[in-house]
């Protein structure tokens, strides 16, 4: 069966470019020109990816992928004309996992697209074993390959996709010191020549559900200079 993807922009012939170019990767493609219409579309028919632009009238794309985040961990990939590190980082921090600037070309969305189909795939293709990240029967928290999951006291943590390749990279085997380079290498495989800030953000986010102090991380540890490590409790 097809993946489908739900491609959230307002430029009609920019939605005719993408849709196309998607049909011809074999993605079955629906479409909404507007935040109202992309969340009754995620609801409805529960997409494999998401493509958002960020500039979508009264309801602009970081809304529509906050809203998105509340009811689903779907890929989201933001295409957009902003392309200003603020931007860029909002619209990673709101919840997407990439960011692509327009202009752009259509092998790079394809690409980008491909590469999260990887990290789907790999996530569920891992060994089964479960690793506890910490063992506090106030705070226990295990990273299970197994179900592909992260559970905090027995309930699943909602991380992303991108979120969840993070952890698994930084365990494989625990207390390697990882560069931002390698982490963007490894789990966003389809090499990125962006800024490496976007493995910060996305460690940001990912120590948010995890830490029990985001503030003072003491799972996800920065290794100035270096990089990051896992550093199980």
Excluded: N
């Amino acid at each position: 069966m097809p993946m489908q993807v739900l491609i959230v922009e307002d430029d009609d012939r920019i939605r005719a470019v993408l849709r196309l170019a998607l049909e011809d990767e074999g993605y079955e493609v629906a479409e909404a020109a507007d935040t109202p219409s992309a969340l009754a579309e995620v609801r409805s028919s529960l997409p494999d990816l998401m493509m958002v632009d960020l500039m979508l009238g009264e309801v602009d794309g970081y809304t529509c992928i906050r809203e998105v985040r509340r009811i689903s961990d779907i890929p989201i990939v933001i295409v957009s004309a902003r392309s200003d590190t603020h931007d860029i980082v909002a619209g990673l921090e709101a919840g997407a996992d990439d960011y692509v600037t327009k202009p752009f070309q259509v092998k790079e969305i394809t690409a980008r697209l491909r590469a999260l189909r990887r990290r789907l795939r790999s996530s569920s293709d891992l060994a089964e074993a479960d690793i506890v990240l910490d063992p506090d029967p106030d705070h226990r928290l295990v990273l299970s390959t197994s179900r592909g999951a992260v559970s905090l006291d027995g309930k699943d943590v909602p991380l992303t996709v991108t979120e969840y390749r993070l952890l698994v990279e930084l365990a494989q085997p625990t207390g390697r010191v990882l560069s931002r380079s390698a982490l963007l290498a490894s789990v966003w495989e389809h090499g990125y020549y962006g800024d490496e800030r976007i493995v910060d953000v996305h460690i940001r986010r990912l120590r948010t559900k995890i830490e029990r102090d985001p503030g003072k991380p003491r799972l996800v540890v920065t290794m100035r200079g270096m990089g990051y490590r896992l550093d199980p409790q």
